[in-house]
């Protein structure tokens, strides 16, 4: 019998029976390693702390970081909110005084909440590392001022405006990038820019001095589809669904063209109006067809220029030849000629008026009860009566009265 306190290395376990330590039974097993065994001696187990690792601690506290920024972001925000007005108000006035029209000019200082959810952002090499190691500094959209204009060539003119205004520091084309990284249809240009030195030594523009501001330019319907790009929130073009994606795809394409279509329209219709305005001076008046634009020139070269009316006035007064039944120039110099136009004006008015009321004049004595009849206020009693009544005066005036007709009645 072996020692006791050793178990033979053979191909057999040995079980001690409930009778007796010393009675064995021989059970069939396989072959066991040979252990050594004392008194004081214990099977050898795996360590607690291999077995139930502890969970790694974090490397950086970004919540702590989070309301760290905060809290300093919070005690500077309303500079910034001024900051950023004061450039919106800046831009409006200087896009107004080169005549640059645009949709829109907004001016904000970041909001508290988006901007500690972009200082919680995460480095993109290193995960335990916050991006904006110091935010104040790192973010540089705390102020924002966005420009939002009808057309694309127009965003040629702000970036002009901003060379002129404004010390640029930065220009980021999204256009270019979305074309690099395969994005849907976020087109924009985003421009870092501070205030320049000679506008911050004046008092009013001082406390900006060294602040940065991002302007944000883009067009009506490229600002359309970043708002709803940005409320469905796909941040990758791999989370999009194939379906959704085509349809994406789809909408972006055609966004594209329209704002393209657009810009040839603007193209075109400033083609014509040069064009029309060339063909009035030259006299070729038969080519030129009844708009505000070209009303404007002919009546600018025809009873002289006047800074006084208002756009509106040519507006009205094109809609009403065009409902007298004119169709160019050419008719409606044929109506008034041989008219005095500031006699006209002082039968009725008594003293000379504005070149459009003037016209107007002209007309009612040219087309005589023509111009009453198939005025666009030819319903109204108040407008027939007084017109009537003018009608009456000019004759009495010794005013020969006529009766030109553009066929407009044969239409109706």
């Known amino acids: 019998m072996p020692p006791s306190d050793t178990i033979p290395n053979d191909t057999a376990s040995v079980e001690t029976t409930a009778n007796s330590a010393a009675d064995y039974t021989i059970m069939p097993s396989t072959a066991v390693a040979p252990i050594q065994c004392t008194g004081d001696t214990q099977l050898p187990t795996e360590s607690t702390a291999t ?14 970081h989070r309301r760290a920024a905060i809290d300093e972001y919070a005690k500077v925000r309303p500079l910034y909110e001024e900051f950023s007005r004061t450039v919106a108000n800046i831009l409006t006035e200087a896009l107004t005084r080169k005549g640059v029209k645009v949709h829109s000019i907004q001016g904000r200082a970041k909001e508290l909440e988006s901007f500690g959810q972009k200082v919680m952002r995460h480095s993109d090499t290193e995960p335990e590392v916050p991006k904006y190691a110091s935010p104040m500094k ?3 959209d705390l102020a924002a001022a966005r420009v939002i204009t009808f057309f694309p060539r127009t965003t040629d003119e702000v970036e002009t405006c901003l060379n002129t205004e404004f010390t640029i520091t930065e220009k980021v084309d999204h256009t270019a990038q979305l074309q690099q990284e395969e994005r849907l249809g976020y087109q924009s240009v985003h421009y870092l820019v501070r205030l320049k030195e000679d506008r911050t030594r004046l ?3 001082g406390r900006f001095s060294g602040m940065i501001v991002e302007v944000q330019v883009r067009t009506v319907l490229q600002h359309a589809w970043a708002e709803i790009e940005h409320d469905i929130q796909y941040k990758s073009p791999t989370s999009i669904p194939v379906a959704i994606r085509r349809r994406f795809m789809a909408v972006a394409g055609m966004l594209e063209i329209v704002d393209r279509e657009f810009q040839a329209i603007q193209d075109a219709d400033s083609e014509l109006k040069e064009s029309a305005r060339k063909s009035v001076q030259h006299g070729d008046l038969g080519r030129v067809e009844i708009t505000a634009d070209a009303l404007q020139a002919y009546l600018d070269k025809k009873l002289g220029a006047d800074a006084r009316v208002a756009d509106w006035s040519y507006n009205w007064m094109a809609r009403v030849l065009l409902r007298l039944g004119f169709g160019n120039f050419r008719q409606v110099d044929e109506c008034i000629m041989g008219y005095d136009d500031d006699r006209i004006s002082r039968v009725l008015y008594g003293a000379r008026q504005g070149p459009v009321t003037r016209f107007e004049g002209m007309l009612l004595a040219g087309m005589g009860e023509n111009f009453i009849r198939n005025h666009p206020s030819s319903q109204e009693t108040w407008f027939t009566t007084s017109r009537s009544n003018w009608l009456a005066k000019l004759q009495g005036a010794g005013i020969r009265i006529g009766n030109y007709n553009t066929g407009v009645s044969l239409l109706r």
């Open 51 to 64: 077995l139930f690792p502890q969970a790694q601690e974090p490397s950086f506290d970004f919540e702590a």
């Open 138 to 140: 790192d973010i540089t």
């Open 203 to 205: 008092p009013e523009y």
